[in-house]
């Protein structure tokens, strides 16, 4: 009672004397890309509440996009800046750090981004409904489906425009969550970019019952998730009586701290340490899709509308895998010998589980779910290098696959049937003969997710198994390499089926897409062969930017 009196008297007399509470320094500058962002995010907001219906798609595209490529030019107007290395430097009073790796991945997830926004504005895939051009989203995502309000809605031409404001909100959580440098910071950016996502997933035009089932499954594991990582960051600042990232660390070297007399009980009990750090992982592996914490991912990219899969399999594996290793290279360093182990076990576990699991699968959109598991593997293998070419080499990886990975999904919108699109693999049978171009693109990306020479996936693994096998992991690039070669298998089962097979009578139609997902697409062919043929630019950029600020 004594304590909280005291507390109370020194909150009053700090109130009270004009002049000793600080204000908050905030660098607006360095926190450009966020807040355009988020400042455009409500915006679109507005623009859903007081501009007619027929103009809302036009005004929310033109501002999606403005404000990922003025978000993008803030990038890198900071990083000529010098601020991803000799500037580097902590923001907003400790909270955010602008370094190499946060500038470097908040580029990758805006230019993810901003080809995402091309496809969601894909309007020329379905055919016209009413006379009015109709997009993957449901007309009114609030009617039930099937019912009288949904089908009104229909005949009426309507839209879901609100999914451009809600993915810029989810891409400015996206931007903090990788650059969050206490774990508060890193829950709220987490929560940001998640809620978002369980809209999106909700949302499809086609199917609505299994795109809302996947959205309730990625909500309910979500919370889930969130809860076992809001439980460490509490049990972490029990240990070291701070969330900060710097704090916690000097904690664990040396426990070095001035001892909070709230906390005196608790500050330095290492069980609170390694079963804190443990949640916290936890909650970082979920959304990185690694096994045993994958039971979502074939579910939700099944079920969610085909754009919004493609976005959340690449700029959610950005932000996250960002996120993971600022936490164990920056907070905890000092317990390499304690996480390593357990990393070692959950990489294995995802690179076989991912790739066997896909062998089973028939539907295209799970296929690529169980290989997004299998990457998320072969990624957590250079993170476990613990070493400045392995947090490089995740960097380099992370860019090459979130551009096949949009690329890939952006494909499999075009091939369709009377029920939309055609997902199940028998539709895809001699593909190859029915259209060359669109099959030789799809072939492109499998290779590239095969890891097959002068493709990025190629120069990806590589940079990735070398920097693990550099620092003593060489049974974990061996495991690799035996779950690249199983992986292989159902990559070019795809191609043989889409080449070597009789096309069906009754088989599925490629459509004619716009000029929109035709840009998605060939962007990612070009940066899937560009990494692959001339990496060495991009490796140098990612070595520039693999330091972090402590």
Not at 63 to 83: C, E, K, P, R, T
Not at 146 to 165: D, L, N, S
Not at 283 to 303: E, R, S
Not at 405 to 431: C, I, M, N, P, Y
Request: charged share 10%.
């Amino acid at each position: 009672m004594s304590s909280v009196a005291s507390v109370h008297s020194l909150w009053t007399a700090a109130a009270g004397t004009p002049g000793r509470i600080p204000a908050p320094q905030i660098e607006y500058v360095q926190l450009s890309p966020t807040l355009i962002i988020l400042g455009a995010a409500v915006v679109g907001v507005l623009i859903e509440a007081f501009l007619p219906r027929r103009g809302r798609y036009y005004a929310q595209l033109l501002l999606s996009v403005v404000a990922l490529a003025a978000a993008f030019a803030a990038v890198i107007g900071l990083a000529a800046g010098g601020f991803g290395s000799s500037k580097a430097h902590l923001a907003a009073m400790g909270a955010i750090a602008v370094d190499g790796p946060a500038l470097f991945l908040q580029g990758t997830i805006l230019l993810v981004s901003l080809i995402a926004v091309f496809t969601f504005a894909e309007r020329r895939l379905d055919p016209a409904a009413h006379g009015k051009r109709v997009d993957s989203f449901a007309a009114q995502a609030a009617a039930v489906p099937g019912g009288e309000a949904e089908q009104t809605a229909v005949k009426a031409g309507f839209t879901t425009t609100e999914v451009f404001p809600i993915l810029l909100f989810a891409v400015g959580g996206m931007l903090v969550f990788p650059a969050a440098n206490d774990l508060l910071t890193l829950f709220i950016a987490l929560e940001v970019f998640s809620l978002p996502l369980y809209i999106l997933c909700a949302l499809a035009r086609r199917q609505r019952l299994l795109s809302q089932e996947s959205a309730v499954k990625y909500f309910l594991l979500g919370a889930f998730s969130s809860a076992f990582l809001l439980f460490g960051v509490a049990l972490l600042y029990g240990y070291a009586g701070t969330v900060t990232y710097a704090g916690i660390a000097e904690v664990i070297s040396d426990g070095a701290r001035q001892v909070d007399p709230a906390l005196a009980g608790t500050m330095g009990n290492d069980a609170l340490l390694l079963i804190g750090g443990a949640l916290v992982l936890m909650g970082l592996l979920f959304k990185v899709g690694a096994v045993p914490f994958h039971m979502w991912t074939p579910d939700v990219y099944q079920g969610a509308p085909t754009p919004v899969t493609g976005f959340m399999a690449a700029a959610t594996k950005v932000a996250a895998f960002g996120a993971l290793l600022r936490l164990l290279y920056v907070a905890l360093p000092g317990m390499r010998w304690d996480w390593r182990p357990v990393m070692w076990g959950v990489a294995i576990l995802t690179m076989l589980g991912g790739a066997v699991l896909a062998i089973t699968q028939t539907d295209i959109k799970r296929l690529l779910a169980y290989s997004s598991i299998a990457h998320a593997g072969f990624i957590l293998a250079g993170v476990i290098a613990a070493s400045q070419d392995g947090i490089s080499s995740v960097l380099f990886y992370l860019a090459a696959y979130s551009f096949v990975t949009l690329g890939a999904f952006a494909v499999v919108t075009l091939v369709r049937d009377a029920g939309g699109e055609a997902t199940h693999l028998s539709k895809w049978a001699g593909l190859g003969r029915r259209s060359p171009l669109v099959a030789a693109v799809f072939a492109v990306f499998l290779l590239a997710f095969a890891g097959i020479p002068l493709t990025s996936g190629f120069a990806g693994k590589f940079a990735v198994f070398k920097a693990a096998a550099e620092s003593g992991a060489g049974w974990l690039v061996v495991v690799g390499v035996i779950s690249s070669a199983i992986a292989a298998f159902f990559y070019i089962r795809v191609i043989v089926l889409m080449f070597f097979s009789e096309p069906k009578a009754d088989g599925p139609t490629v459509a004619v897409p716009s000029v929109l997902t035709s840009t998605a697409i060939a962007v990612g062919v070009a940066a899937t062969l560009v990494l692959g043929v001339a990496p060495q630019y991009f490796l140098d950029l990612a070595g520039h930017a693999g330091v972090f600020i402590r």
